[in-house]
């Protein structure tokens, strides 16, 4: 039996597998001109933990076609760090270039390959090379590098970046309180101009002159004319002759000047007496019966008055010493009065500024606004300003807290010492505190710990420590990295020995469990205080755990 094999080839197989053979390589040279389209590279395949490596990928594209490239972290077991902006250059042939960069690291140590990442030009998806890379530890010197202690906590200056929000209140209430200061000010100068004292004679006399200045004859106002004329007298008498001289009437002024000259309190003459009532008389047929005097009588009143005042300076006794002392303590009295009037007038018109300012305030923002801004919130600073984020323990709870936690000693039973270890981190404020405890417990190998016996002992705790529980509730939690634990909250009431105050609070309990290891996370607040509240959500959900193993490892 003849074992070998003879193939016929037939014509119709021989095209056959000329045209596989041309599609075999037809395909080859599309992925060939595809990996040329894309190019990916790395500057360097062997960093310290932590370092960053750039990672590039260089696209070729044809005019108006779209380039889309990897995003999110697609190149894990490394992490992103940075994704940086597309850039373009030139290229030998007439297609579009497109230059993408990564900054990729990982905090662990070991060999990673960086997986193939998939570039979609047009309507074509293609895969660049896998890389290796080796992240390699740190080596610390221990024999040449000093170990130093843990540095204090440095207190960080005050935040002042929202100081322009105050200023939108002071502003307005500063100018409104200058012009009302200014205005005051200038009034009382007037006044206090208005009030300077002038001898009657010399008040008279320039009554006389500003009456001239005023040309009310030539314009027929006669009525006002001998309104200033006869004021200018019975001003002068009123402080040197009647006190009453304002008030009363022609009669009765010229009944208490015959007086006066009878009596010898005053040397008046007859002539002087009756060329007083003449202009008096006339005066009230102007003013009241609206009689025009006769042409030319006008301006002789007015020189008659004038010597009327000098005949009567000189028929007055010279003040003595007492009225000039009187008249000096009346200065003084309409001085302080005056003094007295003015700060009274500055401090209530200030207060109304400032309760106008309130109860506009008030109606814009509200009531609570307007009261921290006025009277300061602490709690409201404390949750609104720069917050410190921390990790605490080994394996670590990272938290965002108004201030560093501080490390404190816990003290073990003496028959636990020795076989677990226990640290703890505290913050509080003023009172009544905010609290921000937590615990971290590792037990001996092979303990299985679980929550119920842990929140018991810790409710305990703080129960000792001035704390009643009135309302526990629990219910599961989960951290935004998606650590599970148990949460306990509730209200209750705290009381501070020293003082022995009670302020009802509001609490929060977080339990974490991992085999041998627990950390657990107390939150406690006024119950009355909303910003509290608000502090302990924005903690909570600030918690991220670093997992056992991983540390481990």
């Not at 002759?241 to 000047?257: F, N």
């Not at 010492?417 to 003023?430: D, L, P, R, Y």
């Not at 951290?479 to 501070?496: C, H, I, Q």
Request: charged share 25%.
């Amino acid at each position: 039996m003849n074992n070998n094999i003879t193939y016929i080839t037939t014509p119709k197989n021989a095209i056959l597998r000329a045209l596989s053979l041309f599609l075999l390589l037809f395909i080859s040279s599309l992925q060939v001109q595809a990996q040329d389209d894309v190019r990916a590279t790395i500057d360097s395949t062997s960093i310290l933990i932590g370092q960053q490596i750039n990672y590039t990928i260089e696209a070729l594209a044809n005019d108006g076609e779209a380039v889309i490239f990897p995003e999110g972290q697609t190149f894990s077991p490394l992490e992103v760090i940075e994704s940086y902006a597309i850039d373009t250059a030139s290229s030998t042939s007439a297609r579009m270039k497109l230059i993408k960069k990564y900054g990729l690291t990982q905090f662990d140590s070991g060999r990673y390959v960086i997986p193939k990442q998939k570039v979609i030009i047009g309507t074509r998806t293609v895969e660049t090379d896998t890389f290796l890379v080796e992240v390699n530890n740190v080596i610390l010197d221990t024999v040449n590098q000093g170990l130093y202690d843990i540095k204090p906590i440095i207190d960080l200056p005050r935040d002042y970046s929202n100081w322009w929000k105050y200023l939108l209140w002071i502003i307005p209430v500063v100018v409104a309180i200058s012009l009302f200061l200014w205005w005051l000010l200038r009034r009382n100068k007037k006044q206090k101009e208005a009030e300077q004292y002038i001898p009657p004679f010399e008040q008279a006399m320039a009554t006389l002159t500003a009456l001239d200045s005023k040309n009310l004859i030539a314009e027929a106002k006669y009525k006002e004319y001998y309104s200033v004329l006869t004021d200018a007298i019975r001003r002068y008498y009123e402080e040197k002759v009647y006190d009453r001289s304002m008030e009363s009437t022609t009669d009765e002024l010229i009944a208490r000047l015959e007086m006066e000259r009878d009596s010898g309190h005053i040397d008046f003459s007859k002539h002087t007496i009756a060329s007083i009532k003449d202009i008096f008389k006339r005066a009230d047929l102007v003013k009241f019966a609206r009689v025009n005097p006769p042409e030319g009588k006008a301006q002789a009143d007015r020189l008659a008055v004038e010597d009327i005042v000098k005949q009567t300076r000189e028929a007055l006794p010279p003040p003595t010493v007492e009225e000039l002392m009187m008249q000096e303590d009346y200065r003084e009295e309409l001085s302080r009065k005056r003094k007295r009037k003015l700060w009274l007038s500055g401090i209530g018109g200030i207060l109304a500024i400032l309760l106008l300012a309130t109860g506009i305030g008030i109606a814009i923002k509200g009531y609570s606004e307007v009261k921290d801004f006025v009277f300061g919130n602490m709690t409201r600073e404390l949750a609104e300003g720069n917050w410190i984020t921390s990790e605490y323990g080994s394996p670590s709870m990272a938290i965002s807290t108004p201030k560093v936690l501080e490390r404190k000693e816990v003290s073990l039973p003496e028959q636990a010492k020795g076989k677990m270890e226990a640290e703890s981190f505290v913050w509080s404020s003023k009172r009544p505190a905010i609290l921000v405890t937590l615990f971290q417990t590792t037990y001996p190998k092979g303990t299985k710990a679980t929550p119920g016996p842990i929140v018991d002992t810790r409710l305990k705790y703080f129960e000792e420590s001035g704390t009643k529980f009135a309302i526990v509730k629990n219910e599961k939690f989960t951290t935004p990295n998606g650590a599970e634990g148990l949460k306990v909250f509730g209200s209750g009431s705290t009381t501070y020995f020293e003082t022995v105050e009670e302020f009802e609070t509001n609490y929060v309990l977080l339990v974490f469990v991992t085999e041998n290891y627990t950390q657990e996370l107390y939150l406690s607040w006024p119950s009355e205080d909303p910003y509290g509240k608000e502090i302990a959500e924005r903690v909570m959900q600030s918690i991220e755990l670093q997992a056992k193993e991983k540390e481990e490892n």
